[in-house]
């Protein structure tokens, strides 16, 4: 593992992301619908219902709640991701529900597979890596002809804030994983975290070791780069020049400035 993988790393096995609270088939199926993945499925033109029979890669799974999703949806599912106990929470959740999901632990740029996937979701995951284009590279070769590439970055414009917050956190409590914590606690949120998930919520966002940021027409140049032709964006834009420019600084002030945009290989 090099330096930031292992970094990362150590942060995601104390505190599995997202860790959502998964208590039943509606929250699988239907809450993780309507809050999320409709719109990530929208950006690549994809309906929950032809998700049935398609090889679907999830890399960075995390805890692995999109994975499950997707399998609920009837698709063949691989997942990777780094983190031993995120991915033990990924086995148990499907489990629960019945659910087959080949989770591998494994480095995105270490996963070996001479199988092509009908779509690729990598959603937060190539900002906390060392080489996010090199790793886009990687997973974009594995996906078919026709087939969907979805990624999940933070936005160099739309995260200004944060990382202003980022640097303030790293001034007061270093880079101790549990020292940020304690930190964020008590001056960001005034009171002790009132779940798991707004504790895992709170280490990724505050006390994560290492991201980076990207524009909206650097990812549209990897994607021409890879052969991939961009369907959508969320959240949603035109992504002409001047509105891409516009719509990155709005970001700065809603989003905390994560994007999802998707491609189709040709
Ligand atoms: C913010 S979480 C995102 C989880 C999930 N994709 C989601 O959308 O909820 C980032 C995940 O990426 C994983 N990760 C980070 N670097 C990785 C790498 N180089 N290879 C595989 N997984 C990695 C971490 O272990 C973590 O589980």
New binding site residues.
Partial sequence: MDKI?CS??SL?ERY???SLPIRNENDLSHKLHANIMSKILKTAGIDQSSLQGKDIM?????TG??SCYFAYHGAKVTS????CS?LAKGKKLADTFGLKVDFNR????DFKTQKKFDHIFC???LH??NDPYG?FCIISDMCKPGGTITI?LYNSYGRFVHRAKRAWIQLNAGEDIEKRMEFVERTIYGRKFKNTHEQTYAA?KYANPYESYHTINEVIEWFNKNNITYTGLYPYSDIGVFQSFLTQLKWLKSRNGFFIISGRKN
């Fill in positions: 993988a990362v790393n995601y599995p992301y997202p999830d890399a960075g799974c995390g709640e999109k990777i991701d780094l983190s995120s494994c480095d995105i740029k959603l937060g995951v906390h890596t790793r999940g990724d």
